[in-house]
């Protein structure tokens, strides 16, 4: 995997599936650790938003992005922090970039948990070994929520 690798949501996802998710989690119902991600846009500085999955391993809590470098990715890198909604709930963070030599745990953890999606993304499945999460780490941006 390249660090430039980027995979394309089909119309199905694009229009029902995320706008289902992203609506539910704006009335606070989360579907499997989903919420509303907030970023402003490297360029205009508008919000923008996706949903994701929030990921906690050893009480650390991750955005992983199974689809490579997606714009929330671009955004997130150039502004450093965002949001992260449930209802009426915002938590505003920080976020540090996991370098890829330590992004093992948050793949294995996703891969754990989301499997039944994240399969497809990441080309290995629960049973990945750390050769194989060595070798798509680079393909897929990992970032550390942290208070901000």
């Known amino acids: 995997m390249t660090e430039s690798r980027y995979l ?51 009480g650390e809590r991750y955005l992983v992005a199974p ?15 965002g949001e992260l909604r449930r209802g009426r709930r915002t938590e505003a963070f920080r976020a540090e970039e996991v370098p890829d030599e330590a992004k093992a745990a948050a793949l294995r953890g996703y891969l754990s948990k989301w499997a039944w999606e994240a399969k497809q993304f990441f080309g290995v499945g629960k049973d990945a070994t750390d050769a194989d999460l060595a070798r798509i780490a680079p393909g897929l941006p990992v970032f550390r929520i942290l208070p901000h």
Do not use: C, D, K
């Not at 029902?16 to 970023?39: D, I, K, P, T």
């Not at 689809?67 to 922090?81: A, C, Y």
């Open 67 to 81: 689809r490579g470098t997606t714009q929330w990715v671009r955004n997130i890198r150039v502004s450093g922090e």
């Open 8 to 58: 394309r949501p089909g119309w199905f996802t694009r229009n029902v599936f995320n706008r289902a998710v992203h609506g539910l989690a704006r009335m606070g119902v989360s579907v499997a650790g989903s919420a509303e991600l907030r970023v402003r846009g490297r360029t205009s500085g508008e919000w923008r938003s996706t949903p994701v999955n929030v990921l906690t391993v050893a």
